[in-house]
């Protein structure tokens, strides 16, 4: 079944009119049934949110526009999801740069002459610096291997929501 988006039409009349081609009265009737039937929320209009989603009701005798915005909706949806997942695998990319740069500077800190000197003057640090140490490089080997397995994971869904490679 095809879907479209709700942009805000002041009634059911409008809304079939926009889905199907050339409707006659008697046609817009009964596109207004199948649409109230198979989206029961647009009995009640002015509480529909502006792009909420509509199922457009399989009427074999009247034929359906493919498209609002010379595009069909399925494809219009698929590809605003894919960009927000891509724009996520973006910011998610950045934030893995900012945590790989924070773990170096962690490391700087274990490695400096200052934390040395205090570290002779209680020994007791020393082992737990040591473990810090160990710590921050099995994060950093981790980090790595999970950053691609979620660029991978990202480019993946990418793919899978490109419509033209359908």
């Known amino acids: 079944m095809a879907i479209a988006t709700f942009r805000g039409e002041k009634s059911v009349s409008a809304i079939a009119d926009k889905l199907f081609v050339k409707l006659t009265p008697k046609q817009r009737e009964k596109a207004e049934a199948a649409l109230i039937k198979e989206n029961p929320q ?18 074999p005798e009247l034929r359906a526009k493919t498209n609002r915005s010379l595009e069909n909706p399925d494809a219009q949806i698929a590809r605003n999801i894919a960009d927000a997942v891509s724009s ?3 910011r998610l990319g950045e934030r893995f740069k900012t945590v790989q740069k924070d773990t170096k500077a962690q490391m700087a800190v274990l490695k400096s002459g200052e934390l040395r000197k205090a570290m002779d003057e209680a020994p007791a640090l020393k082992p737990l610096a040591e473990e810090a140490a160990k710590a ?24 899978a929501l490109d419509v033209g490679k359908r």
């Open 42 to 59: 647009l009995r009640k209009l002015s509480a529909v949110r502006e792009g909420a989603i509509l199922r457009v009701p399989d009427l």
């Open 88 to 90: 996520y695998g973006n």
């Open 136 to 159: 921050l490089d099995a994060r950093a080997a981790g980090l790595g291997d999970r950053q691609k397995a979620v660029d991978a994971a990202i480019k993946q869904a990418v793919a």
